[in-house]
T-cell receptor, first 112, second 115 residues
Framework: ETGVTQSPTHLIKTRGQQVTLRCSSQSGHNTVSWYQQALGQGPQFIFQYYREEENGRGNFPPRFSGLQFPNYSSELNVNALELDDSALYLC???????????FGPGTRLTVT | AQKVTQAQTEISVVEKEDVTLDCVYETRDTTYYLFWYKQPPSGELVFLIRRNSFDEQNEISGRYSWNFQKSTSSFNFTITASQVVDSAVYFCALRVTSGTYKYIFGTGTRLKVLA
């Protein structure tokens, strides 16, 4: 196990609603990033936070937003949910400039 | 544009066979990083290796080895004497930092090792 935790494990929401997903980084890691993984696909980079500031973003609309807190934990917020937002959302922590990313188990979001 | 291509969707081998997973990347950056991750059936992505664009040395770690060739923009992964526990989806990824930081995954190769 990596030490990265995510909550909740599963979530079911209705189209148009808003959702907040949470992630706790591995101890000592100062960078957190979020990914969307549709079934049978590779993870798609949403954004990354370093020291509480967004320092990278993939091709996702502004309704995907996030926060990183002083303890390096993080939230992913998605507004105005669409059916295509149904996916596994992965959080990963890392130490800036070193090694690879350490992923959490993910949150499975279903939008109906 | 940056892109990672894993042309092999699924590979099946018999235990103890060697298998190579291909990864081809595209980027105009001169500084970049390449990675391999393993996603077992449990679902949690596991970091395997990172290589920077200035280091073309091959790497060996136990039964795993990686061949990085800038001339062909490839970063291939070989498992020697495969085992059933190697069954998983393997992802190659590219990190670029010119402009905005981006992290691009390939579509993955599903490896099935049969007993």
């Amino acid at each position: 196990e990596t030490g990265v935790t995510q909550s909740p494990t599963h979530l079911i929401k209705t189209r148009g609603q808003q959702v907040t997903l949470r992630c706790s980084s591995q101890s000592g890691h100062n960078t957190v990033s979020w990914y969307q993984q549709a079934l049978g696909q590779g993870p798609q980079f949403i954004f990354q936070y370093y020291r509480e500031e967004e320092n990278g973003r993939g091709n996702f609309p502004p309704r995907f937003s996030g926060l990183q807190f002083p303890n390096y934990s993080s939230e992913l917020n998605v507004n105005a949910l669409e059916l295509d937002d149904s996916a596994l959302y992965l959080c990963a922590s890392s130490l800036a400039g070193r090694g690879g990313k350490y992923f959490g188990p993910g949150t499975r979001l279903t939008v109906t | 544009a940056q892109k990672v291509t894993q042309a092999q969707t699924e590979i099946s081998v018999v235990e103890k066979e060697d298998v190579t997973l291909d990864c081809v990347y595209e980027t105009r950056d001169t500084t970049y990083y390449l990675f391999w991750y393993k996603q077992p059936p449990s679902g949690e992505l596991v970091f395997l290796i990172r290589r920077n664009s200035f280091d073309e040395q091959n790497e060996i770690s136990g039964r795993y080895s990686w061949n990085f060739q800038k001339s062909t923009s490839s970063f291939n992964f070989t498992i020697t004497a495969s085992q059933v526990v190697d069954s998983a989806v393997y992802f190659c990824a590219l990190r670029v930092t010119s402009g905005t930081y981006k992290y691009i995954f390939g579509t993955g190769t599903r490896l099935k090792v049969l007993a």
